[in-house]
């Protein structure tokens, strides 16, 4: 069945959680900060940048310490992370801030040079929609550079409510290698998809749970339980978590992928590469 999120939902969760976002964002921080050592190595000197799901900012300094002459775009679906976002540019160097829908951009074409997007992407509704607006906005030569989640995403959490339920309780997240079929099929040239696990430990399953509360990601795609959880299920969700635990803590899987794309200068040949 084909994953549906109502963006509303998705608005709301992420505008009631832009207060205890960056308390609770401890993984998203760390995969902004390898997205960004990924730009190291691009031969890029671009004069527009989007940030795409930029949420509450926490690559905004450091894009625009990289380029220093960039005008900087946040873009989000929620304003009330826009806001917080915003501020974090430097003196005299504030980002520019549009809220919108990544499926549905509401810049011209050929806007810009780079588009970074963290964790962003795997709100989509329609990922190639996206990718096809991505390719739009982007100029000749420009970068696409952005990492998701990949199936194996709080996997534990996932199999721990199917003892509890049937409801979709943990979304569904596509494969790397579908995500490069797809920035082919979008026209983007030479993209290259890689990989990696990130365990983060908790005493209890129900502090992971918080901390998808706090940053808004707690907003289940169609078949979602309607209704409280009550407390006998989340007393089976506890015991059906605890066949995990080791050495005193209970692991939580996310499954990063990254990926970058250019927008070819001339119609070329194109493939697409796989690491990790």
């Known amino acids: 069945m084909t994953q549906v999120f109502d963006q509303q939902r ?24 390898r997205l960004l050592e990924k730009l190291d190595v691009a031969r890029l000197d671009p004069a527009w940048i989007l940030d795409a799901g930029t949420g509450t900012g926490e690559a905004v300094k450091s894009l625009q310490k990289k380029y220093k002459k960039a005008e900087l775009v946040l873009f989000d679906l929620s304003e009330s992370m826009l806001q917080k976002a915003v501020r974090q540019g430097l003196l005299f160097r504030k980002p520019h801030q549009v809220c919108g ?11 810009f040079d780079l588009l970074f997007s963290n964790l962003a992407m795997q709100w989509c509704n329609d990922l ?10 982007l ?18 959490l996932r199999a721990s409510w199917q003892k509890v339920d049937a409801a979709v309780h943990v979304n569904s997240f596509i494969d790397m290698h579908d995500i490069g079929d797809v920035l082919l099929q979008a026209g983007f040239a030479e993209p290259v998809m890689e990989s990696e696990i990130i365990t983060v430990n908790y005493r209890e399953v129900d502090t992971l749970m918080q901390d998808l509360r706090d940053i808004g990601a707690n907003v289940t795609a ?12 989340l007393k089976q969700l506890r015991e059906a978590y605890e066949v995990y635990r080791q050495d005193g803590v209970l692991p939580a899987t996310y499954e990063v992928v990254y990926g ?4 070819a200068e001339s119609s070329r040949d194109i493939e697409v590469k796989f690491t990790g």
């Open 10 to 33: 998705i608005r709301r969760a992420f505008d009631n959680a832009a207060e205890s976002y960056d308390q609770a964002a401890v993984l998203q921080k760390e995969v902004c900060k």
């Open 101 to 111: 829908n990544i499926e549905s951009l509401p810049f011209a074409n050929q806007s």
């Open 128 to 137: 190639a929609a996206a990718l096809i607006e991505f390719k739009r906005v």
């Open 139 to 156: 100029r000749p030569g420009a970068l696409l550079q952005f990492a998701t989640f990949g199936p194996d995403t709080l996997k534990e």
């Open 222 to 233: 169609n078949g979602h339980r309607q209704g409280l959880l009550t407390r006998n299920m």
């Open 260 to 263: 970058h794309a250019w927008v």
